[in-house]
């Protein structure tokens, strides 16, 4: 899986390209992060002995793109129903959600991605799968191996990222 801190400026991406405007509330965007992050908290399903090829273990229906349609909602049910932009808000945390699977379908390690659960057990890789697969816990994060994983990320995602975020910031400055 790709770090927290990489869900986290994939949402901060995708918050940049989906919205209409530069300026949005903090709110908009911690709830971006949020979602971007909530399917790792699947490894839960450790502590109850749930099997890592489980539909309910880790990579499993949290990753799922129904999963991300659910969770979309109910966030936009809570926090934004009465905002205006509601369809780009739902679709924004839809998205931020979704990108978790797929950034970590992109991963080096793990048994694939529940992308279809629960309608199906399958679990997938995409072809392209440059990202080292991060380790799980603090103490080993702060290892050899988490520095080569946040390497590997800075070049894969961040670059791209912090790229398309000044685009549409740019973009959005010259379209007033």
Do not use: N
């Given at each position: 899986m790709p770090t927290v801190f990489t869900h986290a400026i994939s949402a901060l991406a995708i918050g940049h390209v989906t919205s209409l405007k530069n300026k949005q509330p903090l709110k908009f965007w911690l709830m971006g992060?949020?979602?971007?992050?909530?399917?790792?908290?699947?490894?839960?399903?450790f502590k109850f002995g749930i099997p890592y090829s489980h539909m309910f273990g880790h990579r499993g229906f949290t990753h799922?793109?129904?999963?991300?349609?659910?969770?979309?909602?109910?966030?936009?049910l809570l926090f934004f129903r009465k905002s205006?932009?509601?369809?780009?808000?739902?679709?924004?945390?839809?998205l931020c959600?979704?990108?978790?699977?797929?950034?970590?379908?992109?991963?080096?390690?793990?048994r694939g991605i529940a992308f279809f659960a629960p309608f199906s057990e399958g679990r997938h890789f995409l072809p392209y799968r440059p990202i080292k697969v991060s380790p799980i816990g603090i103490e080993a994060f702060?290892?050899?191996?988490?520095?080569?994983?946040?390497?590997?990320?800075?070049?894969?995602?961040?670059?791209?990222?912090?790229t398309m975020i000044f685009l549409a910031i740019l973009l959005k400055r010259r379209s007033k």
């Open positions: 992060m949020f979602c971007a992050a909530i399917p790792d908290a699947d490894v839960i399903s799922s793109f129904f999963f991300a349609f659910i969770f979309a909602s109910l966030i936009w205006g932009q509601k369809l780009m808000i739902w679709v924004y945390l839809f959600t979704a990108s978790h699977g797929i950034l970590d379908a992109m991963t080096s390690g793990g702060f290892s050899d191996w988490g520095w080569k994983v946040i390497q590997s990320e800075f070049y894969i995602i961040w670059i791209p990222a912090f």
